[in-house]
């Protein structure tokens, strides 16, 4: 017997749409004779390579022997067309549902992770200016360190030769003390 998706198959289609609407034609098959499986019997007959015409009247010469009418295939072929249909609608919502958890959602996402990573471009810049600031004042306090450093150093170097001069001057005197003074 020839499968519901090969009845409906013809070259580019995807094989997974194609059999989901396929198991959606067959799991509602109306009961009897109807449009399916006049369907399948013109695709039988085809594959004994009659043309379409003659498949098309023997098919429905045997459906007629079943009190089938040309009104009765249309209108069940009606009923398949209104089913395909209906599952499209099926589909456009799964798919929307689909959409809105693995589209939407990541978009939300991705939004929310590029507003964070502003926030922290923003942080950032503020801290390399705090930085900037701290470096201006540690330049500035190393400068100050080394003019004093200087000015300690020159008063260190004053103070001693004058402390030393001031030593030599009386050590001098006492010298003279002992020669002059007996």
Do not use: C
Request: aromatic residues 6%; proline residues 1%.
């Amino acid at each position: 017997m020839t499968t519901t998706s090969a009845l409906f198959n013809s070259e580019g289609l995807d094989p997974k749409s194609l059999e989901f609407l396929a198991q959606a034609i067959e799991k509602n098959n109306l009961p009897g004779f109807d449009y399916l499986e006049f369907k399948r019997a013109i695709h039988q007959l085809a594959e004994l390579k009659l043309d379409e015409a003659t498949a098309h009247k023997s098919a429905f010469a045997t459906a007629a022997t079943l009190g089938i009418t040309k009104e009765k295939l249309i209108e069940t072929a009606a009923y398949y067309r209104n089913l395909v249909e209906k599952e499209k609608d099926h589909f456009a919502q799964a798919l929307e549902n689909q959409n809105a958890t693995k589209v939407t959602g990541k978009q939300q996402e991705i939004n929310r992770l590029r507003d964070q990573i502003e926030r922290h471009k923003v942080e950032i810049a503020r801290l390399q200016d705090e930085i900037g600031g701290y470096l201006n004042q540690v330049t500035t306090a190393e400068e100050t360190v080394k003019l004093e450093s200087d000015k300690l150093e020159k008063l260190k170097t004053a103070f001693e030769k004058a402390h030393q001069a001031v030593l030599l001057a009386i050590d001098k005197d006492v010298e003279q003390m002992h020669k002059h003074l007996g």
